[in-house]
């Protein structure tokens, strides 16, 4: 029996959606379900598989199986909110809400109404942009820090003017204060990189830190954040990243933003 | 210029950002069917453990989700089997010889 996978809900759009695409199952062809004022893009799926142990095994385990769906599950939501100069305001919806049939659907969305409209306000006219900082050089980071940092220096004086046997000793307590240090500034510049776009932002998001693993970088993340911007403020957050970028590569650091993004970070309810 | 790092979502999506956003975000609403994706830090734990399994994925930068996991465990697989059978057989001749003797 065929049940509906349901991606995402945005307001009416009578007639479009970009592009004809497969749905998650690579098979049931993405389709547009309009209820009252909204609509909800959705898929048909074969309930039995979707239902099965196997299935929800593999989305415990099986990484390629995961990644497979996730992809087709975001490519679905990115199209139907459409590019370039057309975006519609949608509400994306975690991977793997599936629906019986269309009644069962529509029951929900009628309870859920209010609530998605809510949503649906809430976001309008706003963008979701992201951003994402990488610590390039370590050492250059490290060699600025020491340079400057005033608690590090007063000690290295200190130190200078001890005799030798007592210095030794000084200097293991120095490594310390210096690993103690880095941390702090390296907080210090991914709070004020945070705060900077911040301004920009209506809302704001701090997002679990990736691993390398997961990001196939070499450079750690050391912040990943996501923001709420109204669309007439998005050339200022752009400058405003372009800037900090400048400004952090002196240090070593690199930052990376992206967007317009579906609104995943804002939309819960 | 070289240090601009924008991209736009709709064309530069990397694995991190899909998965982040998909298995983390989005809004749970009351499907009759949740299929429940391990969340991002099992995920991670997941790929470390891969990496870590394949020695030229170590080298950080090789994207896992390009090496299937049951490609890159097959051959290892097929090497025990040869090894198996001719263990077998030097087995089998072995025991032959005995029973000549």
């Given amino acids: 029996m065929g049940g509906l996978y349901l991606y995402c809900l945005r307001e009416s759009a009578p007639g479009y959606l970009a592009a004809s695409i497969k749905g998650i199952d690579g098979n049931g062809e993405v389709f547009v379900l309009p209820f009252r004022d909204l609509e909800a893009i959705v898929s048909e799926v074969a309930l039995e598989a979707f239902a099965s142990e196997e299935i929800q095994r593999k989305a415990q385990e099986d990484l390629n199986w995961i990644k497979e769906k996730a992809v087709a599950h975001a490519r679905v939501v990115q199209e139907a909110m459409g590019r370039d100069h057309i975006l519609l305001d949608l509400i994306p919806m975690k991977f793997g809400t599936i629906f019986k049939d269309r009644t069962r659907l529509e029951e929900v969305l009628e309870k859920d109404y209010l609530r998605i409209r809510e949503v649906l306000e809430r976001i309008r006219g706003k963008q979701e942009w992201t951003v994402k900082v990488y610590l390039k050089e370590r050492r250059k980071f490290e060699q600025v820090i020491k340079e400057k940092n005033e608690t590090i220096k007063e000690r290295e004086r200190e130190i200078a003017d001890l005799p030798e046997g007592m210095a030794f000793f000084m200097e293991e307590e120095l490594k310390e204060v210096i690993s103690e240090e880095i941390y702090k500034e390296l907080n210090n510049i991914i709070e004020g990189l945070f705060e900077d776009l911040k301004k920009q932002a209506i809302a704001s998001v701090k997002n679990k830190i990736l691993g390398k693993e997961l990001t196939g970088r070499q450079e750690p993340m050391v912040l990943n954040v996501a923001y709420l911007i109204q669309e007439e403020k998005i050339k200022d957050f752009n400058k405003e990243a372009q800037r900090l970028n400048q400004e952090i590569q002196a240090n070593g650091f690199y930052l990376e933003y992206s967007g317009p993004w579906p609104a995943y970070n804002f939309t819960t309810y | ?101």
Avoid: C, F
């Fill in chain 2, 1 to 101: 210029m070289t240090t601009q790092k924008m991209m736009h979502a709709t064309e530069a999506t990397n694995l991190a950002d899909i998965l982040e956003r998909v298995l983390d975000k989005g809004i749970v609403i009351a499907g009759d069917i949740k299929i429940q994706i391990a969340d991002i830090d099992l995920l991670t734990i997941k790929i470390r453990l891969l990496v870590a399994s394949v020695d030229k994925a170590m080298e950080m930068g090789i994207n896992w989700w390009q090496s299937d996991s049951y490609l890159t465990s097959k051959p290892k697989e097929a090497e025990l089997e040869l090894e198996n059978k001719m263990l077998k057989e030097r087995l089998d001749r072995l025991e032959t010889r005995i029973k000549a003797e």
